[in-house]
């Protein structure tokens, strides 16, 4: 388990390769993080995660899972689309500043409903307001991604990555903490891309 310790002495770039490597063992069906009741033990009295992940609330995307990372070892803010807020921007300053995680993964993943009913502009209920995040995204596209709708693989695709990659982005620029930290080589930020069909995930920066 991740001690305080122990969290203080991984590096940023230590703390991407574990999760590369739980990815790995993951995909490959070697799992080893299983023996939950015994994780909950030895948390009981603190955490200490060495990672914080923005991921989709997606059934099939459950970042401890694909990662195979063990209760305590990672902070996960979930929510449709892995967009931002000021509210998930707070809770990573927490994760990191006041916490000590070393790195942020920005998880997008494919076949996302989020982004499919952004390319559509669905209006429903809180979900139009939530679907404004990913216009920086859409601003991406252009005449060649052809046409703009959800059954546009590709298009889908090329939206949800450039929505984790300008996520990813955009953290140092919302968060002056978090700047700071990743200006003194404290903190790494990457946004990566799960495949729920292989259940691997392909890093972007
Ligand atoms: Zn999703």
Redesign the pocket.
Same mark, same amino acid.
Request: glycine share 16%; aromatic share 0%.
């Given at each position: 388990m991740f001690t305080p310790d122990r969290q203080k002495s991984i590096s940023p770039d230590e703390a991407m390769a574990r999760l590369k490597a739980g990815n790995e063992r993951f995909t490959a069906s070697k799992s080893i993080h299983c023996d939950l009741m015994a994780q909950v033990k030895q948390t009981a009295d603190n955490q200490s995660p060495y990672s914080a992940i923005v991921g989709?609330?997606?059934s099939r995307?459950p970042p401890e899972l694909v990662f195979d990372q063990r209760i305590g070892d990672v902070f996960c803010a979930r929510v449709? !689309? $892995?967009i931002v807020n000021t509210d998930i921007v707070g809770s990573l300053e927490y994760s990191t500043k006041v916490a000590g995680a070393k790195a942020i993964v920005v998880l997008g993943?494919n076949f996302? !409903? $989020?982004?499919k009913s952004a390319v559509d502009g669905v209006k429903l209920g809180n979900i139009t307001a939530l679907l404004k995040n990913f216009q920086p995204a859409l601003a991406t596209l252009s005449k060649a991604d052809g046409h703009r709708d959800s059954h546009n693989d590709a298009l889908v695709q090329k939206v949800a990555e450039a929505s984790a990659r300008l996520t990813a982005a955009s953290l140092t620029k919302r968060s002056p903490i978090i700047k700071a930290l990743v200006d003194a080589k404290q903190l790494k930020i990457a946004a990566a891309m799960h495949d729920i069909t292989t259940g691997k995930v392909t890093w972007l920066s």
């Open positions: 989709c609330i997606d995307v449709a !689309g $892995a993943h996302c !409903g $989020a982004i």
